[in-house]
């Protein structure tokens, strides 16, 4: 497993095996911050294409260091989303279970 913050977050999640109705309750709302944030990062990655393709006089983004270091930005953004919909969806289920 990567150590990254989106897999420790998972860890922790995992690890703490939280019952109260309240906390799983919030947790279940981490699955549409991780919507929101899938919205806006796939809006900024559309934006910065259309930079980069129409950019011809200050070469803004056209550095391989400087491209890769926003992929990677991504790929954590896209792993954080993963990491926040998991716990959203398994506090959901929680709860369910908990209702039974």
């Known amino acids: 497993m990567r150590n990254n913050p989106s897999s420790i977050l ?15 309750a919030r947790a279940t709302n981490l699955s549409d911050f991780a919507e929101m ?34 992929l990677f930005h991504f790929a954590d953004q896209f792993e954080m989303i993963k990491a926040l919909s ?9 709860l369910h279970v908990q209702k039974k």
């Open 37 to 70: 944030i899938a919205t806006h990062s796939a809006s900024l990655a559309s934006a910065v294409g259309c930079l980069i393709s129409d950019d011809d006089k200050t070469g803004v983004l056209r550095d391989p260091a400087e491209i890769s270091t926003m």
């Open 86 to 94: 998991f716990i959203g969806g398994e506090a959901d289920y929680k």
């Open 10 to 24: 998972i860890d922790i999640w995992q690890r703490a095996n939280i019952q109260d109705k309240e906390l799983l």
